[in-house]
């Protein structure tokens, strides 16, 4: 079945710098790669997803790369802010076959 | 609201107690799914609908837990005969077919 790997487990970094968090999959098939936003005593929230034919997608300051050959996908978040500290997931595929999750904390 | 609700939010209960928790989904939204989540953890896949059919289950959906979405709109989560390692938070997700799914806010039960 798919296995999701993600890194790192918690990222520190200043306010207004950029983010990234890195996931590999191992199931070739697998088309569909959401990440995942969950803030304390919440349910994880959708912020951008990508599918298998395009490699690269943008939201505001958020975008999503997807290197299909390598299995590898990536989050990028610029211009840090506050209320981004928060715990991120990557997932694949419809069942949703989550990561471990990266602790976010954007420093003052 | 027109999001995903679950309930209750809390449940604590004891040993070997039977628990259901229920999951109303986004109304147009024909799938279902439950995930358990533990501490630390991201959430791990046991089980979804496709309207009322139960299309999949987790190999850690044991025989103590059964779900079902008798008229493919609600569904509901039982535990048989819960053991503290059941503790987890237990969300639901609805969506549109394939693709984007929408989360409650869970429910989260300790097993005392």
């Known amino acids: 079945g798919e296995n999701v790997e993600q890194h790192p487990s918690t990222l520190s970094v200043q306010e207004g710098d950029s983010a990234v968090i890195k996931c590999t999959y191992s199931d070739s098939a697998s088309n569909y790669f959401p990440w995942y936003k969950q803030e304390l005593g919440k349910g994880p929230q959708l912020i951008i997803d990508?599918?298998?034919?395009?490699g690269e997608k943008k939201d505001q300051r958020i975008a999503v790369t997807l290197n299909k050959t390598a299995k590898h996908f990536s989050l990028h978040i610029t211009e840090t802010q506050p209320e981004d500290s928060a715990v991120y997931f990557c997932?694949?595929?419809?069942?949703?076959?989550f990561g471990k999750g990266t602790r976010l904390h954007i420093l003052p | 609201d027109t999001g995903v609700s679950q309930n209750p939010r809390h449940k604590i209960t004891k040993r070997g107690q039977n628990v259901t928790f229920r999951c109303d989904p986004i109304s147009e939204h024909n799938r279902l799914y439950w995930y358990r989540q533990t501490l630390g953890q991201g959430p791990e896949f046991l089980t979804y609908f496709q309207n009322e059919a139960q299309l999949e289950k987790s190999r850690l959906l044991s025989d103590r837990f059964s779900a079902e979405r008798p008229k493919g709109s609600f569904s509901t989560l039982e535990i048989q005969r819960t053991e503290q390692g059941d503790s987890a938070m237990y969300l639901c997700a609805s969506s549109l077919e394939v693709g984007e799914q929408y989360f409650g806010p869970g429910t989260r039960l300790t097993v005392t």
């Open positions: 997932a694949a595929e419809d069942k949703i076959i």
């Open positions: 990508i599918r298998s034919n395009v």
